[in-house]
């Protein structure tokens, strides 16, 4: 006898998933999930960059590199919708807050030349996402001039468009534009699912209590989980 519960009617038993995820387990479909890569950019990222230019030890971001590429070949596989952001300007500056450029009284800041181009200027070789992680030609890539990725993006748009219901979330850095966009996914209706190894922080007590801040309270921002129990049910293994 079939299930004719009205929930049960909605799901598609090829494309339904459940992962183990903090603070409950957490049902989604591959159909209406998303994979978005926060900033994962040469400048937060790589030695030599804007982020190792502040005084940042880059290798605690780093360790995000491979378990984000396991992901993202998993979420390929299935087929999942992929979008890609990047935080950075106009080379006019014209979109950054004064506020934004004035902020840290800093030698280097956001459109000054840097090691790597213009420091946060689109175009800029800086402004890139690594290599390791570079979108395919059909995944979308978001700029965004702010932390959050839905304030003055298109993302909302591309999300409605294909029906998503679930993001999982990868990138740098987790208490800035990770936390930001969570927020705002979570206001919207989204239901969030960050992947614990595959967000970094310069800071390792903002790691942890950051990761925390997502899953206290039954959820109050949403679910945390690991890169391999992620694959694992996105694979169904
Ligand atoms: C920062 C970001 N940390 N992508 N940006 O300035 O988190």
Redesign the pocket.
């Known amino acids: 006898m079939p299930d004719m519960r009205p929930d049960a009617l909605d799901v598609d038993p090829e494309t339904s998933r459940i992962v183990e995820a903090e603070p409950y387990p957490l049902s989604f479909d591959l159909s209406t999930t998303a994979l978005i890569i926060?900033?994962m950019q040469r400048d937060?990222l790589e030695p030599g960059g804007f982020g190792e230019l502040l005084g940042n030890d880059v290798s605690l971001l780093r360790s995000t590199i491979q378990p984000t590429k396991d992901v993202l070949e998993a979420a390929r596989s299935a087929g999942l919708t992929v979008i890609h952001t990047r935080?950075g300007h106009r080379p006019d500056l014209m979109d950054a807050p004064s506020s934004k450029l004035a902020r840290g009284n800093l030698d280097l800041g956001i459109g000054d030349e840097g090691p790597m181009g213009r420091i946060l200027v689109r175009g800029e070789e800086g402004h890139n996402i690594i290599p390791e992680l570079a979108p395919l030609a059909n995944e979308p890539v978001v700029d965004k001039p702010g932390?959050g990725a839905f304030f003055e993006t298109d993302l909302q748009l591309l999300l409605q468009n294909k029906n998503i219901e679930t993001i999982i979330i990868c990138g740098?850095?987790t208490e800035?534009?990770?936390h930001t966009t969570v927020r705002e996914a979570n206001d919207r209706g989204y239901e969030c699912l960050v992947l614990e190894d595959c967000v970094g922080s310069y800071f390792p007590e903002f790691q942890r209590i950051g990761i925390e801040m997502i899953k206290a309270q039954g959820g109050i921002f949403g679910w945390v989980v690991n890169s391999n129990s992620a694959i694992s049910a996105l694979e169904r293994k």
């Open positions: 926060i900033d937060f935080e932390k740098v850095t800035v534009c990770v």
